[in-house]
T-cell receptor, first 111, second 116 residues
Framework: QKEVEQDPGPLSVPEGAIVSLNCTYS??????FMWYRQYSRKGPELLMY????GNKEDGRFTAQVDKSSKYISLFIRDSQPSDSATYLC???????????FGDGTTLTVKP | ETGVTQSPTHLIKTRGQQVTLRCSSQ?????VSWYQQALGQGPQFIFQ???????GRGNFPPRFSGLQFPNYSSELNVNALELDDSALYLC???????????????FGEGSRLTVL
């Protein structure tokens, strides 16, 4: 079983919808939680980063971390066609150099 | 501020050959990590370099090797290429020592390797 599990999708929503993307994990040592956006044939781009449990908001994006449930979420409000991409969750513990990624959820926002 | 640049962007090799991929880190970043991303999967950690020393390695065989140079640029070398090595190879830079940092990675566009 993978350390990080992510719903693969694909997910298709109409423009303006609220999108919820989720990951679960098994390693309780993870302290840093990231969301990356990856457009087709491009490198991942860091969207959000959260330390430990709690919420973080940045514009239309909200990241939530529930360490007790080992569950993280990314919410996108007022989704736009330009949000169409693959979203990768990633996690890291304090003492490791590597980040562990989920396999990504592909999102399509239809005009 | 210059972002992470990788070269070449695409290349095709045959099984058994060797390949070298190159990465220039973002200005001010001294840590470089390499990831392999197979089609439909998330990036898998290969290794990380900090101040020219390897600082952690993922579950990849020794035929995957790397270097970091004094200007923090880096190379990934893969010997004895296998068909399963076909993937997007991503370089990511970060400030400070990522091992004790936040894990915020800044990726390049990747080098897409096809092994025939």
């Amino acid at each position: 079983q993978k350390e990080v599990e992510q719903d693969p999708g694909p997910l298709s929503v109409p423009e303006g919808a609220i999108v919820s993307l989720n990951c679960t994990y098994s390693n309780s040592a993870f302290q840093y939680f990231m969301w990356y956006r990856q457009y087709s044939r491009k490198g991942p781009e860091l969207l959000m980063y959260t330390y430990s449990s709690g919420n973080k908001e940045d514009g239309r994006f909200t990241a939530q971390v529930d360490k007790s449930s080992k569950y993280i979420s990314l919410f996108i409000r007022d989704s736009q066609p330009s949000d169409s991409a693959t979203y990768l969750c990633a996690m890291k513990d304090t003492n490791a150099g590597k980040s562990t990624f989920g396999d990504g959820t592909t999102l399509t926002v239809k005009p | 501020e210059t972002g992470v640049t990788q070269s070449p962007t695409h290349l095709i090799k045959t099984r058994g050959q060797q390949v070298t991929l190159r990465c220039s880190s973002q200005s001010g970043h001294n840590t470089v990590s390499w990831y392999q991303q197979a089609l439909g999967q998330g990036p898998q950690f290969i290794f990380q370099y900090y101040r020219e020393e390897e600082n952690g390695r993922g579950n990849f065989p020794p035929r995957f090797s790397g270097l970091q140079f004094p200007n923090y640029s880096s190379e990934l070398n893969v010997n004895a290429l296998e068909l399963d090595d076909s993937a997007l190879y991503l370089c990511a830079s970060s400030g400070g020592l990522a091992g004790v940092g936040t894990g915020e990675l800044f990726f390049g566009e990747g080098s897409r390797l096809t092994v025939l």
